[in-house]
């Protein structure tokens, strides 16, 4: 293959509705499934749901200034670009790797998180072998077309979509039931013992970082902005519909769960951990509806989540990587592309990142995963905080 027949662009084959889900893809996965539940244990029912709004209205303002940019100059290295522009070019320089750095990693966590989830169906096998196997997936995937891509995540996403709906759905059921039972308050939960606002101030403090790491990847549609159809007309959309959507369903997902599960019950403390997906607070509301087949509905749903979530991670960071060595900040290397418009170098760079899942078979699922975890939320901070400035 000669560089003269591959393109010297990223080919511009996203519709809204890719661009929607690629952001939806990132943003909801481990973050909404297991660690909410740890969220209203440590602050409440009140404090879990006034730290997800107040994360969420932050977002609000980062997404609408990055609408604003992504509008008028759409690129692929979005957040580099802009903070070169408009700052400094040190800036613009320390952004796009931190991002890079950031989403590769990010790809690693929720590899190391396919370990746990594939535990519950298959104790026996070791889990690097599953993380090889979704990381053959994933890399597959980025691989193809961007159409091919988008398509793939569109429908990954999907099932997210669906499943938190259904979820939505019984949970309200659930507590219209309740409303109609005699001598009974729905808002039980809410008045017991410290609740609504349990721990204070500390305690919504440190909830809002796991808040802040459940939304990140709201910011993904500036990125997929440079493969874009009709920027000036599908960005704007995109990033409205995106944020409200994000928005309702983390919302209304605390609501349900602090209303129908007790703050104090120690399951929800433990959900984070991983191991067992029976700890999931969407699991525990499945069994309280009688729904007996939960955990292992809940273990599929979260399953294609971790590979949605990996899959917009990679597609975010080969991106960020190839516009950077296209503006001379990153090794030429990196900006080739092949015969179909996909940066190859930089997805194979961003892959060997993504490999740190296998440093679980000599330090231990749950430290690298906790590391990994650590590293992915601070650096997506900072990337908030490049956005804004």
Known sequence: MSDTSAPQHLQRKLGARHLNMIAIGGSIGTGLFLASGSTIATAGPGGALLAYALIGIMIYFLMTSLGELATHNPSSGAFFTYGSRYVEEGFGFALGWNYWYNW???????????QFIMK????????????????????????????????????????????????????????????????????????????????????LVGVAMIAGFSFQGTEMVGVAAGESKDPKKTIPLAIK????????????????????????NPLLLHAAESENIA????????????????????????????????????????????????????????????????????????????????????????????WLLNMSGMCGFIVWLGIAI
């Open 120 to 203: 519950f169906w298959f104790p026996e096998i070791a889990g690097f072998y599953w993380s090889a196997i979704f990381l053959a997936v994933i890399f597959g995937i980025n691989a193809m077309t961007v159409k091919g891509f988008g398509e793939s995540e569109f429908w990954f996403s999907m099932i997210k979509v669906v499943a938190i709906i259904v979820f939505i759905i019984i949970g309200i059921a659930m507590i219209v039931k309740i409303m109609l039972t005699p001598d009974v308050s729905v808002w039980s939960n809410w008045t017991k013992g410290d609740a609504p606002f349990v721990g204070g101030l500390q305690a």
């Open 104 to 114: 590769a990693i990010t790809v690693a966590f929720e590899l190391v998180a396919v």
């Open 279 to 370: 700890l999931s607070p969407f699991t525990l509301l499945y069994e309280k509806a009688g729904l007996a087949f939960a955990a292992g509905l809940m273990n599929a749903v979260i399953l294609s989540a971790i590979l949605s979530a990996g899959n917009s991670g990679m597609y975010s960071s080969t991106r960020m990587l190839f516009d950077m060595a296209k503006e001379g900040r990153a090794p030429k290397w990196f900006s080739k592309l092949d015969t179909r418009g996909v940066p190859m170098n930089a997805l194979y760079a961003t892959t060997a990142v993504a490999a740190l899942c296998f440093l679980t078979t000599f330090i231990g699922e749950q430290q690298v995963f906790n």
């Open 241 to 264: 519909q995106i944020f409200w959507r994000i928005l309702l369903f983390y919302i209304l997902c605390i609501f349900i769960i602090g209303t129908l599960v007790s703050y104090d």
